[in-house]
């Protein structure tokens, strides 16, 4: 994953919609992996953090 819609990282809407396809595998048992590339401005570490922030709570 690299940018997001707007090259400043992933909104959290853009994340959810990675949650939603992640826990559809999951249920599915399914492995899961996302890579995030780093960028310029250093998103890499936020947006996984986020997502997975995301993942555990909803």
Request: overall charge negative.
């Amino acid at each position: 994953m690299h940018s997001g819609q707007w090259n400043v990282g992933y909104s959290d809407e853009e994340l959810f919609t990675w949650v939603e396809y992640i826990r559809s595998f999951l249920k599915q048992e399914i492995d899961v992996y996302m890579y995030f590339n780093n960028d310029p401005d250093g998103h890499t570490i936020h947006d996984a953090q986020r997502l997975y922030s995301l993942l555990v709570s909803y």
